[in-house]
């Protein structure tokens, strides 16, 4: 057998003693070694200033001229490493924290070149999103993308110990599925060695954590990887990042308190901001209130029906309509009159008018034919307005009406500055309804998922008035935006086969898609339910950013592109041949 402790010692290589965020005032007069690359070069005639940057900070050096060979070139982001003395520094910097020292060099080696960098790699780049895109691993080396991606690694680090701690265990879910009804269109993956057959990546892991219920595990957790072939956005993306959790033996209201309990634990924890309970609403209600499923609850404006009023008062116009609501907005102090101006002229919804209460006791109104100041004083006198509030309205059919009068008032609130981005308001929205009817494709839909148990009071209607029916299902919106959505599950085999068939799915379509779950059912299902976060937006939330691309390491731009590997791409044919395609 070899001695390998005989071996001849070789001489090591040591790239750096420190690195270039690390050294203080304390470190004055030790000999150090540092590797990163070119920030900055400044000549000073006899001496280079280069401040030398890597992960953790910038050093600056000093560099004689003397010590560098005349065709020794240096560049902006050249790698090179350096010997040399901490002393410190003339002109400090306090803007950095190795800023009241300097790297007097001894020694200077160049690691390897580069190339001008096609945008500056400062905090405050030159770089448009689609050449950072393209050049994503040169902008990881700024400051604002790196700092993000330790952000999210400490955001899931974080779940993760909370989860742990509370008894959830976590378990990976196959990405290689069959495709399932789940609203969304799923990717395809031609088999190989399956011919003809075909994958989809998964867009969750549902049918997957729900057999992990039925398999006895009490509860369950996955920070996964879904996938969804839809059109991306700024806040979305065709390959996203989802919390996924589950629970056996649970209700909506465990669900409710556990997770709230979880969402202020996180803005705590990242944040330090203190959350004040969830308030709790009904899907009808936010609909009935604010116009969408999603409300952003920070600057109040809740709807007004004033169909009463238009009848009690015999304002001819809208008492006919199926429909008349209305909003006040307090005291407009800064109202911006120009982009308030153009607002309403690019509203195309005829059945909408406003009034403003001006100071001097007098109304601006839009031009609608049946305003009067008659009128005009019964809507004042209503919603007690004072001088400086502004009244918008809108009537027709209820569904259309709500929906257009909650757009104006997320964009009057956008014209009024009404969203306070130092503020969180999280809503539960609750009791969503269990299907709506596709006019296109003539059937009913799953508003959230097949999976989705209705609500024990409504399970009458289930057989004949199904699109009646409310579901145990619940969204968790903070500002606006949908940061988690679930549901308690179904655990009773006849009612999951009737909403197949609600659903239009044939005997054998049911058995050809899901046998494998409906034979589970055969086996003793617990009660449970769970619900899934979405990882990329709530860091986006937590970090008031507008854009989720800022906190993917390597994320597709809005039409789906990795513009960096330039995919997706065409396959060569032979690959195609492999794949049974011709």
């Known amino acids: 057998m070899k001695n390998y402790m005989n071996l001849k010692k070789v001489n090591k290589i040591i790239y750096r003693t420190h690195n270039c965020g690390e050294l203080r005032k304390k470190d004055l007069g030790k000999e150090v070694i540092l590797s990163g690359w070119i920030q900055k070069i ?43 003395k901490v002393v410190e520094r003339l002109s400090k910097n306090y803007n950095i ?24 790699i400062e905090d405050k780049t030159d770089g448009n999103e689609e050449m950072r895109m393209i050049y ?14 330790i952000i999210r690694h400490n955001l899931v680090l974080e779940i993760r110990n909370f989860f742990s701690k509370n008894g959830f265990l976590e378990i990976e879910t196959p990405i290689l599925i069959n495709d399932t009804p789940e609203g969304a269109r799923s990717f395809i993956v031609p088999s190989r060695t399956h011919i003809n057959k075909f994958y989809a990546l998964a867009q969750s892991p549902q049918l997957f954590k729900q057999l992990l219920m039925i398999g006895g595990i009490d509860k369950y957790f996955q920070i996964i990887k879904c996938f969804r072939d839809e059109d991306s956005r700024s806040n979305r993306q065709i390959e996203f990042t989802q919390i996924d959790c589950e629970m056996s033996f649970v209700e909506v209201h465990d669900i409710l308190i556990f997770f709230e309990h979880f969402i202020k634990h996180i803005f705590q924890k990242i944040k330090n901001i203190q959350l004040d309970p969830f308030p709790c609403i009904s899907y009808s209600n936010a609909i009935k209130m604010y116009g969408t499923d999603s409300p952003d609850i920070r600057f109040g404006m809740d709807f007004v029906e004033l169909n009463d009023l238009v009848q009690r008062k015999d304002i001819n116009v809208l008492k006919t309509q199926e429909l008349v609501i ?18 309403l002229k690019k509203i195309e919804n005829k059945n909408f008018f406003w009034i403003k ?11 609608s034919i049946f305003l009067n100041e008659e009128i005009i004083k ?13 009244l918008f309205f809108s009537y027709g059919k209820k569904r259309k009406t709500r929906e257009e009068l909650g757009k104006i008032r997320v964009k009057i609130a956008d014209i009024l500055n009404l969203k306070d981005s ?28 097949p999976f989705t148990s209705p609500k024990e ?19 968790l919106i903070i500002n606006g935006i949908e940061i988690g959505s679930g549901s308690i599950r179904i655990h009773n085999k006849n009612i999951q086969n009737l909403i197949f068939k609600h659903l239009g799915f044939s005997k054998k379509e049911i058995e050809s898609r899901f046998g494998f779950f409906i034979k589970a059912f055969e086996y003793g299902v617990p009660p449970h339910g769970g619900i899934a976060f979405g990882l990329d937006r709530l860091i986006n939330l937590l970090e008031r950013d507008q854009n989720i691309k800022n906190f993917i390491a390597f994320p597709k731009n809005n039409y789906g592109k990795d513009l960096m590997i330039n995919a997706p791409s065409f396959l060569e044919k032979e690959k195609l041949k492999e794949l049974h395609f011709r």
């Open 42 to 84: 400044r000549n000073l005639g006899s001496l280079f200033f280069i401040d030398i940057r890597d992960y953790f900070g910038i050093t600056q050096l000093i560099i004689s001229k003397k010590q560098v060979k005349k065709n020794f070139l240096l560049g902006k982001e050249f790698l090179i490493k350096v010997k040399g």
């Open 97 to 120: 924290p190795t800023g009241e020292i300097e790297i007097l060099v001894s020694y200077i080696n160049l690691i390897n070149s580069s190339l001008s960098p096609p945008f500056t």
């Open 136 to 149: 994503r691993y040169l902008d990881i080396r700024r400051n604002p993308i790196k700092n993000n991606l």
């Open 326 to 343: 209305g909003i006040k907005v307090k005291e407009c102090k800064n109202l911006q009159q120009n982009k308030m101006d153009c607002f």
């Open 357 to 367: 209460y001006l100071y001097d006791q007098t109304f601006l109104f839009s031009n």
């Open 378 to 390: 019964i809507f004042v006198k209503y919603f007690e307005a004072i001088p400086g509030d502004l």
């Open 422 to 449: 130092k503020t969180f308001t999280p809503l539960w929205i609750k009791d969503f309804p269990l299907l709506e009817w596709d006019k296109i494709l003539k059937k009913y839909k799953s508003v959230h998922h």
């Open 457 to 475: 009071e409504d399970l009458h209607l289930l057989e004949k008035k199904p699109k009646n029916v409310r579901t145990k299902s619940y969204d």
